[in-house]
Nanobody, 128 residues
Framework: QVQLEESGGGLVHAGGSLSLSCVATGRAFAMYFMAWFRQAPGKEREFVAAITRNGRNQYYAESVKGRFTISRNNAESTGNLQMSSLKPEDTAVYYC?????????????????????WGQGTQVTVSS
């Protein structure tokens, strides 16, 4: 199994940028599909972005497309979410997630219940 730990959250003004990191320990990080989800107060956890094992393909929620960039470094067992042009509605706890699922089958990369491994989350607050 793999353990995940996020960092990099904080308070930023609207229009600003933040970079979140996810450090993985345990089994080889390259074995896992990786994603970021977020959960705002009173709302369900929602998909933000995902990246394939080799990093060649990325997937984004419509609400963040063009503003967020997901990446990973398997040699360092890290994942990253670069966020720019932040909006107050981006305020949430951001979670790193990983799973051995395969998008070539019925596995849904944008569904919370598909991921077995989660970090503890990092708070992102965007002020208006």
């Amino acid at each position: 199994q793999v353990q995940l730990e996020e960092s990099g959250g904080g308070l930023v003004h609207a229009g600003g940028s933040l970079s979140l990191s996810c450090v993985a320990t345990g089994r080889a990080f390259a074995m896992y599909f990786m994603a970021w989800f977020r959960q705002a107060p009173g709302k369900e956890r929602e998909f933000v972005a995902a990246i394939t094992r080799n990093g060649r393909n990325q997937y984004y929620a419509e609400s963040v497309k063009g503003r967020f960039t997901i990446s990973r470094n398997n040699a360092e067992s890290t994942g990253n979410l670069q966020m720019s042009s932040l909006k107050p509605e981006d305020t949430a706890v951001y979670y790193c997630a990983a799973d051995t699922g395969d998008i070539s089958g019925a596995w849904q990369y944008d569904e919370v219940q598909e991921y077995d491994y989660w970090g503890q989350g990092t708070q992102v607050t965007v002020s208006s």
